[in-house]
């Protein structure tokens, strides 16, 4: 089990050899982002009490104050952005890797779509891309790969691999491939947060 509060120097040790963590990418400007619907950010819970929120498939939730982030993942990808200058954060929970042309407002459910729509739901603006901190999980190969050398998990990494660096994140820890699922969890409160094992790990084929 990982547990950590985002803190790039000491995260970085952990990421596999085979994905490494990603840098800011410098260029002459950031990509326009489409506009597209965003969720209302959710208010504090009340105060003494967590306000734990699970984060289905295709979905994703803005949380500050109390509440408690959380999803379960297979070979779909848990994508966080964390603020801390605005005390916030966005948990999504993705299907698949990049979406077709005609669902380029599709939110959570493509990695390529939740992005752009995380950012906007924070408020985000280019401007501010420097001060995030993004944390990645998921994208398991739960079945093997003896008929498709290429899963929708390595798909998804992929995807997640092109958006980060198109947009110039900051990705400060991630734990994504293996055959095994994860459980991703962020704690609004203080920015922390775990990502640990669960169920059984898939065989070799």
Not at 56 to 71: H, K, P, Q, R
Not at 103 to 131: C, F, H, K
């Amino acid at each position: 089990m990982h547990h950590g509060n985002a803190d790039p120097i000491n995260v970085r040790h952990h990421v596999p050899a085979r994905h490494a963590v990603f840098r800011s990418v410098q260029g002459p400007s950031m990509p326009h982002l489409p506009p597209m619907p965003s969720p209302i950010a959710i208010p504090p819970a009340t105060a003494g009490t967590a306000s734990i929120r699970h984060i289905w498939a295709g979905a994703f939730e803005v949380g500050c104050g109390d509440i408690v982030l959380t999803s379960l993942l297979g070979s779909c990808v848990g994508i966080a952005i964390v603020w801390r200058r605005k005390r916030r954060a966005a948990l999504a929970h993705c299907l698949l890797g990049e979406a077709p042309p005609h669902e380029a407002n599709a939110g959570a459910r493509y990695v390529s779509t939740a992005i752009p729509a995380m950012l906007r739901a924070l408020g985000a603006r280019p401007d501010d891309y420097a001060q995030l901190e993004v944390i990645a999980a998921g994208g398991a190969s739960l079945f093997g790969k003896a008929q498709l050398p290429v899963t929708v998990g390595d798909k998804n990494i992929v995807a997640l691999e092109r958006a980060v660096q198109a947009l110039g994140l900051r990705v400060v820890h991630q734990r994504l491939g293996g055959r095994q699922g994860c459980r991703i969890t962020l704690r609004c409160k203080d920015m922390s947060f775990d990502i640990h094992d669960v169920g059984n790990r898939a065989a070799e084929r």
